[in-house]
């Protein structure tokens, strides 16, 4: 009788613990999936387009944490504000070579991102810009990856647009620049980094990893499993805006992309047409209205 009392009461103390137990809407967000393989992206962004889809898009693919650098862009601080996973500082671009000057300002910026992501329990972090999407199960993708791979590489695709694209990331069309397509930009995709000691930004494009086993740090990430979609310039108002912006006292010969150097062309000679006719200073009194203040 005593044993079974015994065994009763140890049943009943089993009960209360399982039930005392925090249920998974408790827990932390990721526990049921494990806490490894967190990741995040960097970034620098300039007047996004469609930035509330490209937010969701990623923390559906698995990304955790947000980090912005926002450049003249002070319209949109008010939403970033808004959004718990978001992390971000208002800066400005370089008023007067932009194209030159772009570069380093995303590898110090993504660089002094990387401690930061770490402390925050992140494991990787992607930089991309807000024109391009990560397709693929992020999460999944990342555990995959061999311990001794510090870094890895994303190839790229590039989207084709036609006249009724209801918003810039609607395009199911893209050419495959890892296969030799003829993409108007980058054809050498972007990477990712464990958020260790020795990982560091080299470029806009790729992390590089000077620990030991440094020679074999890199893992080329198979297309099928993640890879990056770019949107570029999906408007034709933000391709005018984006190549007026790069005009600014860029020298062609440093612009490697003939698609870059003819739209940089074409957007020079289409500002001026729209400073003589909708930027007009010689007003006549008898035919210029001016907006009554409310």
Request: proline share 4%; charged share 30%.
């Amino acid at each position: 009788m005593e044993a079974e009392f015994i065994l009763l009461v140890a049943i009943m103390l089993v009960l209360i613990a399982l039930w005392k137990q925090p249920k998974k809407s408790e827990t932390e967000p990721f526990q049921s999936l494990g806490k490894q393989n967190r990741s995040g992206i960097a970034l620098l962004m300039r007047k996004p387009i469609d930035l509330m889809l490209w937010l969701e898009h990623h923390r559906k693919a698995g990304i955790d944490k947000f980090y912005i650098r926002l450049e003249d862009s002070p319209g949109v601080a008010a939403f970033l504000k808004s959004q718990k996973d978001v992390w971000f500082e208002e800066a400005e671009s370089d008023k007067e070579n932009n194209y030159t000057t772009l570069q380093k300002r995303q590898i110090d910026f993504v660089n002094k991102i990387l401690p930061m992501a770490r402390k925050d329990g992140l494991d990787w972090l992607f930089h991309t810009d807000a024109d391009e999407l990560l397709e693929g199960n992020i999460r999944t993708v990342l555990g995959t990856i061999p311990a001794e791979k510090k870094v890895g590489k994303l190839k790229n695709a590039e989207a084709v647009y036609s006249e009724d694209e209801p918003t810039c990331f609607s395009s199911k069309k893209f050419i495959r620049c890892d296969k030799g397509g003829p993409c108007t930009a980058y054809v050498n995709g972007k990477g990712c980094g464990r958020t260790i000691e020795g990982v560091q930004l080299a470029g806009p494009h790729d992390f590089t990893y000077s620990g030991p086993g440094s020679e074999s740090a890199v893992y080329d990430i198979p297309f099928e499993d993640l890879h990056v979609l770019h949107y570029d310039s999906c408007t034709l108002g933000s391709w005018m805006e984006k190549f007026t912006h790069l005009s600014k006292n860029a020298k062609l010969d440093d612009i490697v992309f003939g698609y870059y150097k003819q739209s940089i062309e074409a957007a020079k000679e289409a500002a001026k047409v729209y400073k003589e006719h909708k930027m007009r200073t010689d007003m006549d009194k008898e035919w210029t209205y001016e907006r009554k203040q409310s």
